[in-house]
């Protein structure tokens, strides 16, 4: 894993040195992953790593265990970390938003505020998330920039992990002895990505193989074709 997301991070050009990367860290196996890799390559890539843990207030008990994970691990290796609560169901009606929509606006407000200009805010985004986003634009009808699916690169917000697999973080979460939270939200059909990810892409896995891998390679052939004809 390490050594993928060292090759994305030099392909995209995400980072410069002494530059300050502010990570959105859930405590999830893929932030947590990506934080503790990112602060492991601190030095050798001439970086400040910070993480930054947005409450949304929206699963009680659970959130606010969460919430204490990311401050008890980032306490643990030494990570400055900045915690913001949100009450996301109340402030996103008062939007005229749905949970989803205005939380998603709000966590990216947040973390690249924090981050400044000149700074970068890393995301966990991985290789399936990918795979899992361009079926989803294609069910509900899309034109190029939808089936490029998640950019590695977007503004101010870099993906380290979007070359690396579900299963490649879990066992670098496992080499490293990190521990890491699970979301119960990740678990319900409601949610259409949810969906997808329980119902469709392992069918598509299994008829074939390396089907994420395959989508991701598609969506970047497409994202520059796109950027191509925008620059025309």
Request: with cysteine; aromatic share 6%; proline share 3%.
């Amino acid at each position: 894993m390490l050594h993928k997301m060292l090759q994305t991070i030099d392909r995209y050009r995400m980072l410069e040195p002494q530059q300050r990367v502010v990570v959105g860290f859930s405590g999830g196996a893929d932030s947590t992953a990506l934080l503790f890799a990112l602060h492991r390559l601190e030095q050798q890539l001439d970086i400040r790593v910070e993480a930054c843990h947005i409450n949304h207030c929206l699963r009680g008990e659970e959130s606010e265990r969460d919430q204490q994970f990311c401050t008890d691990f980032c306490k643990r290796y030494n990570i400055p970390l900045t915690v913001h609560r949100i009450w996301a169901q109340q402030e996103a009606k008062q939007a005229g938003q749905s949970v989803e929509t205005f939380s998603r606006q709000r966590r990216y407000q947040l973390l690249t505020a924090l981050a400044g200009q000149e700074g970068r805010v890393a995301t966990a985004h991985n290789l399936n998330d990918n795979a899992e986003t361009v079926l989803f634009y294609l069910a509900r009808g899309t034109g190029l920039n939808g089936l490029g699916g998640i950019p590695p690169v977007r503004g101010q917000i870099i993906r380290p992990l979007i070359a690396c697999t579900r299963e490649q973080i879990e066992q670098f979460c496992g080499e490293n002895g990190l521990d890491f939270i699970h979301d119960s939200s990740n678990d319900s059909d409601r949610y259409t990505r949810n969906r997808i990810r329980h119902q469709v892409t392992p069918v598509l896995e299994e008829l074939c193989p390396g089907f994420a891998a395959r989508a991701a390679e598609t969506a970047a052939l497409l994202r520059a074709d796109e950027d191509y004809l925008a620059g025309q």
